[in-house]
């Protein structure tokens, strides 16, 4: 059985769910370590997106941007689900990788724009930096 389908056979057996469930809220300590090591980001059968109920034929695995901690979404909000999740991440890490000052060279280096950096330098997608002259490079339409 695959990590996913192993994921939705849990998320919609609700015996299954109900005991794992339990345990985890009880803060059983091997239930937890059951569920990080899997990347289970939780139990709730709502869509990630819309937070509407998500029938089994319709759940499709999302896993984080940041982790890849495995979440359902409804088939048609999934895509929308990463476009957000992936732009609220970028303004978090503030890394000039999402930055609109940032041309890049080549690969992950470049240069800033702004001049808040001198030469060229390397980035790194998924990585914090926190830069206060961050401005990401899109927004959100």
């Not at 849990?10 to 803060?27: H, I, P």
């Not at 990080?36 to 819309?50: E, F, Q, T, V």
């Not at 901690?69 to 503030?94: G, M, P, T, W």
């Amino acid at each position: 059985m695959t990590p996913n389908a192993e994921y939705l056979a849990v998320l919609y057996d609700d015996e299954a769910r109900d005991k794992l469930q339990a345990k985890w809220d009880a803060g059983d300590k091997e239930t937890k370590a059951y569920m990080i090591d899997r990347k289970w980001g939780g139990l709730s059968r709502n869509c990630l997106g819309c937070k509407k109920p998500v029938s089994q034929a319709d759940a499709v695995v999302y896993g984080s941007y940041w982790g890849g901690y495995k979440n359902i979404c409804h088939r048609d909000c999934i895509a929308e689900v990463s476009r957000l999740e992936s732009f609220e991440c970028q303004l978090i890490d503030s890394n000039c990788n999402d930055c609109k000052h940032f041309n890049r060279v080549a690969g992950n280096v470049g240069t800033c724009a702004d001049g808040k950096r001198d030469g060229e330098f390397r980035v790194y997608p998924a990585n914090w930096q926190g830069m206060d002259c961050f401005i990401h490079r899109r927004g959100i339409k």
